[in-house]
């Protein structure tokens, strides 16, 4: 089997090439570096052909199997840095990798993201949930262009039939973040890391759950193996954390006395986040294993390492 996997220098991308690579899969990766680094597929490098290119224009002329569209900014900072490159990797690089896909038959993973549901007022949220999500905000070139690229993959898979398996991913975490993100389990640990204040915004009863990345790929994987036409399927952790409470868990893992300082809520923060994986416990069998505790004791190391 050949794989494609656009932003396969990112985070999860360079953790789901290893593992297509030891499942045996050839890969190709078509990443612009905008957020991902080379770094990240080190181990990996002499085994993958690399295309350091930008999704919303370029795909390679080799066909592929199947295709995981991972390429985008994920977290707030990144992602507001330049909202029109945001928006536009969802909408026109979907569009693109979806035109290659129509072209191959190639099977798309498309890799989108709790974010679709907003500020959910169902709990927790179902893959039926329409969402409750602000088209004007400062998240909307993100949370609006996702929906979007999910539209872009609905309308291929309904004109020309292109396989598509929408993957709705809830916070995931681990080696490998980057450091500089924002996003709140790395800030949380690089903070604590490098004895300054935590920095919670609002009171911090804002719940959210974390996935372990490799609890996540082994999702990712087994949706590879999962034929279907169309699919769309939450995956995540579904056990809810306070960010309070994960602040004070984090401190206690690194065994730093940090405080904890509060800033105002951010501008269409969700109040609560949680996934509904009955689906994916069903059609996938599987479930996250990797207790955050643990999780976070992996990934506290790895910034140990870098800090
Ligand atoms: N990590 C999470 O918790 C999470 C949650 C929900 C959804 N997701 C989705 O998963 C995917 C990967 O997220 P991540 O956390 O690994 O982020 P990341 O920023 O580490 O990885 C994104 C990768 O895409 C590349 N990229 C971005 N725009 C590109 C473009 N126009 N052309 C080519 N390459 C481009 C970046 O250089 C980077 O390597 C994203 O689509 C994101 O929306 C992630």
């Known amino acids: 089997m050949k794989a494609l996997v656009t932003g ?23 990443d612009n570096l905008c957020t991902g680094s080379l770094s990240n597929l080190e181990s990996v490098k002499s085994r993958i052909t690399f295309f350091q290119e930008d999704v919303r224009y370029f795909m390679p002329r080799q066909k592929t199997d199947i295709v995981f569209h991972f390429a985008c900014p994920a977290s707030p900072v990144q992602y507001q840095k330049d909202p029109v490159f945001t928006i536009e990797t969802s909408v026109l690089g979907t569009k693109t990798v979806l035109e290659y896909c129509k072209a191959h038959m190639s099977r798309l993973v498309f890799a989108s993201t709790s974010e679709v549901y907003g500020d959910p007022l169902e709990h927790p949220q179902k893959e039926t949930y329409f969402g409750n999500v602000n088209t004007l905000g400062p998240r909307a070139c993100y949370d609006e262009g996702k929906r979007a690229a999910e539209t872009f993959c609905f309308i291929y898979n309904s004109l ?148």
């Not at 985070?11 to 290893?18: C, R, T």
């Not at 974390?210 to 579904?238: K, M, P, Q, W």
């Open 8 to 30: 396969g220098a990112g985070f999860l991308g360079s953790h789901l090439v290893e593992k297509l690579l030891s499942h045996g899969f050839d890969v190709i990766v078509v």
């Open 160 to 307: 020309y039939k292109v396989p598509v398996t929408i993957v709705r991913i809830f916070n995931t975490y681990g080696p490998r973040m980057d450091p500089h993100d924002g996003r709140v389990v790395s800030n949380f640990i690089v903070q604590s890391l490098r004895g300054g204040d935590l920095t919670v915004y609002g009171d911090g009863s804002q719940t959210r759950s974390f996935c372990y990345v490799s609890d996540l790929i082994d999702g990712i994987i087994r949706i590879a193996r999962h034929n279907t036409e169309f699919e769309v399927l939450n995956l995540g952790n579904d056990e809810e954390y306070s960010i309070i409470e994960l602040a004070k868990t984090i401190l206690e893992l690194t065994g730093c006395k940090n405080n904890i300082i509060h800033l105002p809520p951010q501008i269409d923060d969700p109040v609560r986040r949680k996934p509904d994986i009955s689906k994916a416990r069903r059609l996938l069998d599987w479930h996250p294993k990797v207790d955050l505790r643990s999780g976070l004791a992996s990934t506290i190391e790895y910034f140990r390492s870098l800090i």
